[in-house]
């Protein structure tokens, strides 16, 4: 099997969000680290992008395999960003603009 044919049948894999007190966060079902920054963390989840804004941000502990991430640091937002051909269909009036 091809690692195209793989990821195209593969499964969404669920995630969780468990925070701390806002000091002490876990994710699962991380596909990716895009970016990370003492201010803000982006991750790559099935359904989309999601956006972890705070203070002193600090990856404790990445486990790929596990899709596992640990971070440390104030948590002051998180924010899902939706891929846009969900958002296409959930409002269909909505055009793209290029």
């Known amino acids: ?5 793989g990821a195209s049948a593969r ?3 669920a ?3 468990q925070i701390d007190r806002r ?14 920054h003492e201010t803000e963390i982006v991750l790559k989840l099935d359904g989309g992008l999601l956006f972890l804004t705070g203070q002193n941000l600090h990856i404790g502990k ?16 998180v924010i899902y960003e939706t891929p846009r051909k969900m958002t296409n269909s959930i409002f269909p ?3 793209n603009r290029q």
Not at 1 to 5: D, G, K, P, R
Not at 23 to 36: A, E
Not at 68 to 76: A, M, N, S, T, Y
């Open 62 to 77: 990445l486990l790929p395999d596990e899709g596992r991430l640990d971070v440390d640091g104030q948590i002051d937002s």
């Open 23 to 36: 000091k002490k966060t876990l994710i699962t079902g991380v596909i990716d680290v895009c970016s990370f």
């Open 93 to 95: 009036w909505k055009r």
């Open 11 to 13: 499964v969404k894999a």
């Open 15 to 17: 995630h969780t969000i």
């Open 1 to 5: 099997m091809t690692m195209e044919a």
